[in-house]
Structures are given as C-alpha cells and as structure tokens.
C-alpha cells in the first residue's frame, strides 16, 4: 500500500499522519481498528492470512 493510501486511511480513523513513519503509522491505524499492532515484528512468520498489511510487513510480491 502506498504511503499516501496509509496517511489517508490514518486521518478517517483520527490519526495525525505528520512527522511518523510509516511502520508507526501502520501499527497506530492497527491498534485504532481492534487489532494487534505486529506491523514488522515478524521475522519469517506470520499466522494473519487476510491482513491487508501482509505483503507489505512480509515484503511480498
């Protein structure tokens, strides 16, 4: 997802997008939606199959 995709999605949650990167960023709209904030804790790993994050924390393609 683009940066600007992220910020977007942050601001309709009432989350402030300047000055935070964006793996904060993505982990604050995590916690925001009920979620656990794991953006980019994962080594190898990761059991949440329909994360719409996946491919970026994974950096899959």
């Known amino acids: 997802m683009k940066l600007q995709e992220i910020k977007d999605k942050a601001k309709g949650l009432g989350i402030k ?4 990167k964006k793996g904060d960023l993505v982990r604050s ?3 925001a939606e009920g979620n656990i ?3 980019e804790s994962s080594v190898d ?3 949440q199959k329909d994360c ?3 491919p970026d ?4 393609k």
């Open 17 to 20: 997008t300047s000055k935070i």
């Open 29 to 31: 709209i995590q916690t």
């Open 37 to 39: 904030p794991c953006f």
């Open 45 to 47: 790993y990761c059991d």
């Open 52 to 54: 719409c994050w996946r």
């Open 57 to 60: 924390c994974l950096n899959e």
